[in-house]
């Protein structure tokens, strides 16, 4: 399908979109939708994390479906109204489903989903809208986590390992709360730095790559030689932090040992703990596309594989001890022998 770049007329709408063409209103099912509607989080596309793993969700599903889709960036700064007005734009043009990526979307999907009953919205990270027409789709990022911790717990030399979060917020509290349990599961002693970037999304904790190499490079100082991060955009300065020192970065949302933008640095990503964003925008936009709407929570967990942890990277592959105990891991939960802290 071509691709044009469209450009907003409206001010507080987004930087960018990209619009996709070629594909009719209606496609052999019935559908009558414009297509697949795609808001972004902070940090936007591009980020090799959370924002592209939703992109990669929309992709697969106006291939698939053939159905076409448009999806918008944030301002730096924005309010509420903005988001709002993101929305909105979608909604008139007639796309369905349309998906806000990431909680900050909560407020701005729930007034908007009430304008247009006939639309399905999703949110993606927040379970607070519960609408008729809304399907929160979250995660239990937790117990991806336990994974790294024990990934880092197994493989740290110095029994000293860290994990840094974008925001100081209830939701990257689960992902520290999951590793720091995964490591102790291996270690009950072993040292862990924690540090959170920001302590609002607005102060950049999600999106300055810059923050995310200086805490990671204070974390690598003080001994730790294995690290974790929970914070999107900025997690790309973790990464190439542990590259310069020659330690272990621990990636997440997407396998971001296979992200392009990260190739130089990927000989030190041992993993990353999943979270199927892209799985669940796709399974919404099927689920619209059939006549049949996702709505309420939509949970993905270990089980359903809604998140797990990437093992890409051969070197991981070769550290037979270190495989057999994240696979073991993954079972335990699947089994509910363990079940992992949230905070």
């Not at 001010?11 to 990209?18: I, M, N």
């Not at 496609?27 to 972004?40: D, F, Q």
């Not at 996702?294 to 093992?311: I, M, N």
């Not at 073991?328 to 949230?342: H, P, S």
Request: hydrophobic share 35%; net charge neutral.
């Amino acid at each position: 399908m071509a691709v044009a770049v469209v450009a907003l007329a409206a001010a507080g709408c987004g930087k960018s979109s990209t619009d996709s063409t070629g594909s009719s209103d209606k496609n052999s099912s019935g559908y009558t939708g414009k297509g697949i509607g795609l808001a972004y989080d902070i940090g936007g596309k591009g980020d090799q994390s959370f924002n592209d793993a939703a992109f990669a969700g929309f992709q697969k599903a106006e291939k698939d479906f053939k159905i076409s889709g448009r999806d918008i960036e944030p301002q730096d700064g924005e309010s509420s109204a903005d988001k709002v007005q993101r929305l909105e734009q979608l909604a008139k043009a007639g796309y369905n489903p349309i998906v806000g990526v990431g909680f900050v979307y909560a407020p701005a999907v729930k007034e908007v989903a009430a304008k247009y009953p006939k639309v399905t919205f999703g949110i993606i990270d927040d379970n607070t809208v519960q609408t008729s027409n809304v399907a929160d789709l979250v995660f239990h990022e937790e117990q991806s986590s336990y994974l790294a911790g024990v990934a880092a717990a197994k493989t740290t030399k110095k029994n000293h390992i860290g994990f840094i979060g974008g925001v100081d917020i209830p939701l990257i509290h689960k992902f520290e709360a999951g590793f720091d349990q995964g490591a102790r599961s291996v270690n009950p002693k072993i040292k862990i730095e924690s540090q959170y970037l920001t302590q609002t999304a607005q102060e950049g904790g999600f999106s300055s790559p810059d923050k995310g190499k200086e805490a990671a490079s204070g974390q690598i100082a003080a001994g730790a030689d294995v690290i974790y991060h929970a914070a999107g955009l900025s997690g790309q300065g973790v990464i190439q932090s542990a590259a310069e020192h020659k330690v272990w970065a621990i990636g997440v949302d997407s396998d971001q040992y296979q992200q392009s933008a990260l190739a130089k640095y990927k000989d030190y990503i041992l993993g990353s703990a999943l979270k199927n964003v892209g799985g669940a925008v796709y399974d919404l936009a099927k689920s619209v596309v059939e006549g049949k709407p996702l709505t309420g929570e939509q949970r993905g967990d270990l089980k359903s594989g809604g998140v797990g942890f990437a093992d890409s990277n051969p070197k991981y592959q070769a550290m037979k001890d270190v495989v057999a105990a994240v696979d073991k891991a993954k079972q335990d939960i699947i089994d509910g022998k363990i079940t992992v802290n949230t905070k």
